[in-house]
């Protein structure tokens, strides 16, 4: 077992910042790929952006390209999100998943692992 604990969720106005972070406990954190999902309001939840276990391969979805960027440190067991430049369309509650395979799947419901959730409200 896995167990993801999101942090760094809030209120900004659009163009600002955010830093997401997820702390994991219960296994050797580098085996795991990691990535972070969000869902908003009547949405279904979508893929935002994944990072391999040493941090090798990333991957982002379009939308986010160039604004987002994943990154883990596995001395801390944690992944982070750096968010900027964000967009009131980025408003969900953004959800940290993990996965024993080497590439998180994009496919939510191939998840294994999933933290409670953060929300983050961007401002028009």
């Known amino acids: 077992q896995v167990q993801l604990v999101e942090s760094g969720g809030g209120l900004v106005q659009a163009g600002g910042s955010l830093r997401l972070g997820c702390a994991a406990s219960?296994?050797?954190?580098?085996?795991?790929?990691m990535g972070w999902f969000r869902q908003a309001p009547g949405k279904e939840r979508e893929f935002v952006a994944r990072?391999?276990?040493?941090?090798?391969?990333?991957y982002y979805e379009d939308s986010v390209k160039g604004r987002f960027t994943i990154s883990r440190d596995n001395a801390k067991d944690t992944v982070y999100l750096q968010m900027n430049s964000l967009k009131p369309e980025d408003t969900a509650v953004y959800y940290c998943?993990?996965?024993?395979?080497?590439?998180?799947?994009?496919?939510?419901?191939?998840?294994?692992?999933w933290g409670q959730g953060t929300q983050v409200t961007v401002s028009s």
């Open positions: 219960g296994r050797t954190f580098s085996r795991y790929a």
């Open positions: 990072i391999s276990g040493y941090g090798l391969m990333i």
């Open positions: 998943a993990a996965d024993s395979s080497s590439v998180l799947p994009v496919d939510r419901t191939k998840i294994t692992y």
